[in-house]
């Protein structure tokens, strides 16, 4: 059971963890060793929460495919275990990011003194923009 936070948990049959080979440099060992880890999480057939999943697929992230499938490749250890563990921590960040409410935005007036320090900034360009001109004879 991977848990998101105290009301969201997945349960390990829904994620599919397959060990691959890593790309780059390694030397021998990366040609007979699969370290790398390619984490597939299907989204709409999961037990996330209704509302969870929508955010999840309304996300603009590369991660997530059209068909709803999160997908994670994580390659940054030599081995297979801090693989796994880094991708299941990728893909909690990913929900956690996914659940956080949107912060209120809460309209603002400028203040006053701004407002005055704009107006005079405007009319001194217009005075030195004045001087430039040629003057009348």
């Known amino acids: 059971m991977l ?30 060793v699969s370290s790398a880890i390619h984490l597939r999480f299907d989204i709409q057939s999961s037990s996330l929460p209704d509302w969870c999943k929508e955010k999840l697929l309304a996300m603009n992230d590369q991660r997530i495919t059209q068909e709803g499938v999160v997908i994670i490749k994580a390659q940054n250890f030599r081995t297979q ?21 949107k912060k209120v935005r809460r309209p603002t ?22 001087l430039r001109s040629k003057p009348i004879d």
């Open 3 to 32: 848990t998101i936070s105290e009301t969201i948990a997945i349960p390990d049959d829904e994620i599919d963890l397959s060990a691959i080979r890593a790309q780059g440099s390694g030397g021998q060992n990366v040609n007979k």
């Open 81 to 101: 275990e801090k693989n796994r563990a880094d991708a299941l921590a990728r893909l909690v960040e990913l929900i956690k990011v996914a659940t956080k409410p």
């Open 109 to 130: 007036r400028p203040p006053r003194a701004a407002k005055r320090r704009r107006v005079d900034n405007k009319t001194h360009r217009g005075k030195v923009k004045s």
